[in-house]
């Protein structure tokens, strides 16, 4: 049974009124306290927050984020979605459901392909389209453990003519992790500035230039310790990395872990000496696929790999992406027709993690979500194969 936007009036807010009901509603939906809550709303963009006004009141909220995320070393336009509220006195009504269909509608009107969130509930995005396409993985290391002693490499404090360096370099690393943000000014802000929380930032610099860099919050313990949290950390080259290492290490007179988030595949883990490090899932997050065919044309593809894939894909929301298409793959490259034998059966929903490279073909097949004869399977395996999938950014 197709699912149906219900009326409702939705857009963003329109007066001081409005805005001070978004206020109360996250408030209430994220415990906040009043002060937290007003950092929040000072924070957030009035052009990118929207409402779901219903009965004359604001019934809900989100904040609508354009950025991108890195599938086979090409930026795919998103639309994060964060601050997901509903007022009290409007929930158990399906509003919440109204409020991300509406999302999604504008959301595909942009032309972006995909959208992205991190789940506080998985059944409300699961019954629009999403599912689990990534994990965000904590990364803890014991401080002293880091007995590294680079100094080859000049670090220095980060400072604002090398702003445009730092994004490079990024986007440089970035763009081989399947699922990474293409950062825009939200995420970059919450990299330097993490809800008031100033993050200070080192530049590892070689002959060539830029070689990685880091960004870290000490946070205060109990008995004068501290621990560190890095929003950010590059490395190029393993100079880079030790050199890294070795000013973390630097901090163990005081410091006794540091962490940061990424995925389970992290470089750095490679040149520590022993297993003094822990990695645990923090969460998975969530995609929802648009447009099939722009969404697989936009990605970028192994180079020297080529196939072909018959798709029959099923779409509660967007006719647009029901029925058969034929994906043609060569020279890291896609290109999407209609038509073809449908040889690989899903709903969109299951179409997120096989496009991540989250879960593979056979895994959704032996879970029932996805049917098709073993030589769509193979094919499905070998094109969307890659590195796990995963995401250092919150939002």
């Known amino acids: 049974m197709r699912v149906e936007t219900q009326p409702g009036d939705f857009g963003p807010p329109r007066d001081e009124r409005e805005m001070a009901a978004v206020a109360d509603i996250m408030m209430q939906s994220y415990a906040l306290s009043p002060a937290d809550t007003a950092a929040w709303v000072q924070r957030a963009s009035r052009p990118d927050l929207r409402l779901l006004r219903e009965g004359g009141e604001v019934a809900a909220t989100l904040v609508f984020i354009r950025m991108g995320q890195w599938y086979g070393g090409r930026s795919v336009p998103v639309i994060g979605v964060g601050g997901v509220g509903v007022s009290p006195v409007h929930r158990g009504r399906g509003t919440a459901t109204r409020l991300m ?208 894939l018959h798709l029959d894909v099923e779409d509660d929301l967007f006719p647009e992406n029901q029925g058969r298409f034929v994906l043609e793959v060569s020279d890291g490259q896609a290109r999407v027709r209609r038509g073809g034998d449908g040889g690989l059966r899903l709903h969109v929903r299951y179409l997120a993690p096989l496009y991540t490279g989250h879960l593979s073909a056979a895994s959704l097949r032996a879970m029932g979500v996805l049917e098709g004869d073993d030589a769509s399977v193979r094919a499905a395996g070998s094109l969307f194969a890659g590195a796990p999938p995963s995401l250092r950014d919150m939002f």
């Open 101 to 308: 269909q509406h999302l999604l509608r504008e959301a595909r009107a942009t032309g972006a392909p995909l959208s992205v969130l991190y789940p506080a509930t998985q059944p409300l995005y699961r019954r629009v389209g999403y599912e689990h396409a990534g994990t965000r993985q904590e990364i803890r290391i014991q401080v002293p453990s880091l007995d590294f002693s680079e100094r080859a490499l000049s670090l220095r404090a980060i400072e604002e003519k090398d702003t445009q360096a730092i994004v490079l370099s990024y986007q440089r690393h970035a763009r081989h992790r399947p699922g990474w943000l293409d950062r825009g000014d939200f995420s970059w802000g919450r990299v330097r500035n993490m809800r008031g929380e100033v993050a200070h930032g080192y530049l590892v610099e070689g002959s060539a230039g830029v070689e990685g860099y880091l960004y870290v919050i000490r946070r205060q313990l109990k008995d004068f310790n501290q621990e560190l949290f890095l929003t950010d950390v590059v490395a190029h080259t393993p100079a880079a990395a030790r050199r890294i290492l070795s000013f973390l290490g630097d901090h163990r007179s005081l410091a006794t872990d540091v962490f940061w988030y990424g995925g389970v595949d992290d470089p750095l883990l490679l040149l520590l000496r022993e297993q003094t490090y822990a990695v645990k899932q923090a969460t998975h997050w969530m995609v929802r696929v648009l447009d099939v065919a722009s969404a697989l044309e936009a990605r970028g593809w192994p180079e020297g790999l080529s196939g072909t």
